[in-house]
Each structure stands twice: as C-alpha cells, then as structure tokens.
C-alpha cells in the first residue's frame, strides 16, 4: 500500500515540476521522503541559459521563493535558486543528481557545486567526472585530491587530517585515478597527454611522500618503545 501512496506522490511532484513549481515539490519530496527534484530543477536551469532570449522561459521563477537578487538576470537567479535548494540538503544523492544532470548536458560545472561535491564525496566525484568523460574536471580533482592529503587546502576534500606520521592514516582512492589514468592513455591529442603527465607526476610524487612518512612513522614508533623499554628498566 505505502509503494502505491509513493507513486501517487511522486505523480504529484513530476506534475509540479512540469509547471515549474518547485517550492511546492521541495515541500513535497521532503514531507513524503521522496528524492528531491534536483535533477529537473537543473535541467530547467541549463535549458534557461542555453535559450537565445531567456527572459520569456524564466516565467516559473516567479513561482518560486528565490533568495534575494532583484539585481540579477533571469539566468543567475535561476542558478541561485538551484544553488539554494542544494545546499539547503548537500548529501551525496543530492549533489549526484545535479552533477550528474550537469555533466550529462553538458555543460560547466559551477564553483559551488564543485566546492560541496569534493568536500561531501571526493572519489565519487573524480569517478562521476570520467563516467562522463570529463577528463580535465578529473584530473584537477584528483590533483587537488593528492595535494590535501599532502597537505595542502586538507578541509576543501573533508578530510580530518593530512599525511603525516603522528597522525591516522589518510587514503587516496587509487583505483578511481587508475580509471582516469586508463581513458587519457588511450587518446592521443596533446591536451589529454598533459593531462595524463600531471597526472602521473603527481601519484608519483605522492609515493615519494609517503615511503618518506612510512619511514618517520617506523622510526618515531621505534623511539617510543625504546623510550619506554628504559623508563621501565
């Protein structure tokens, strides 16, 4: 019985995204537990900007509670909206549905999109970006990805800490950079051989980092039980 009220919902939310009426399905998705309509509403947004004259499909707009931006064109606002209605929620199965809408298009992945899916789920992230064979979207995230765990911006990719040998260990998912290594290698363009250098250069200077903590770790591990064995001598 409870499948056939959910279909009966999910009817209602596709009608209401049919009439642009998103606040309304929000409300819906949300009350009902039914996934949230992002995947229509970002579909909406990329039809808007790709139009010639956007004004006159920006209509459903006006139906909605769009945060502040009197100052703004109908593309921007519908963007924010989008923005709004994302971050309003930033889990993994949110952030899919938009990224996946996006890079499906496709069509330039925003910033803040960016910034929520690397900090939510990095190596999905990375995996989705080459499912759609945006392979330069892949590579930077990657890079940034080795360079947090290097140390560098560790928070921008949710990570508790960086490499370090008085710290927990910290993993890369080397079999997703492995997935983008094997696409690039079988193009031949120059834009895709750099990238697969940068790549490459990066993983392989990761390696080097992490034998030099391995050996800090056993040699600090080390002194500590000889620390120990002649406290208790």
């Known amino acids: ?34 996934p949230a309509p992002l995947t229509s509403l970002t579909s909406r947004c990329i039809t808007l900007a790709r139009q010639p004259a ?13 945060p502040s931006s009197d100052d703004k064109g109908v593309v921007e606002r519908a963007w924010m909206y989008l923005q ?64 947090a765990v290097s140390g560098r911006e560790t928070s921008d990719y949710g990570l508790p800490n960086n490499l370090q040998s008085n710290q927990p ?25 750099d990238l697969y250098e940068e790549l490459i250069t990066e993983t392989t200077a990761h390696f080097a980092l992490l034998e030099r903590v391995s050996q800090d770790h056993d040699l600090l591990h080390n002194n500590t039980l000889h620390t120990t064995a002649t406290a208790m001598s």
């Open 54 to 66: 956007p004004g006159s499909c920006g209509e459903w707009l006006a139906h909605n509670e769009v």
């Open 84 to 147: 709004h209605q994302t971050e309003r929620s930033p889990t993994w199965a949110n952030l899919r549905q938009v990224l996946s809408q996006i890079l499906s298009a496709p069509y330039p992945v925003p910033f803040w999109l960016l910034k929520l899916c690397r900090k939510e789920n990095p190596a999905a992230t990375i995996r989705l970006c080459a499912q759609y064979s945006n392979l330069e979207l892949a590579v930077q995230l990657s890079v940034g990805y080795i360079g």
């Open 1 to 34: 019985v409870s499948s056939g009220i959910n279909a009966e919902y999910g009817e209602v939310l596709s009608l209401l995204c049919s009439c642009g009426l998103y606040d309304q399905a929000f409300l819906l998705a949300e009350y009902h537990d039914l």
């Open 169 to 193: 260990p910290v993993y890369l998912p080397y079999t997703v950079f492995d997935q983008v290594l094997y696409q690039l290698k079988g193009k031949q363009d120059r834009v895709s051989r």
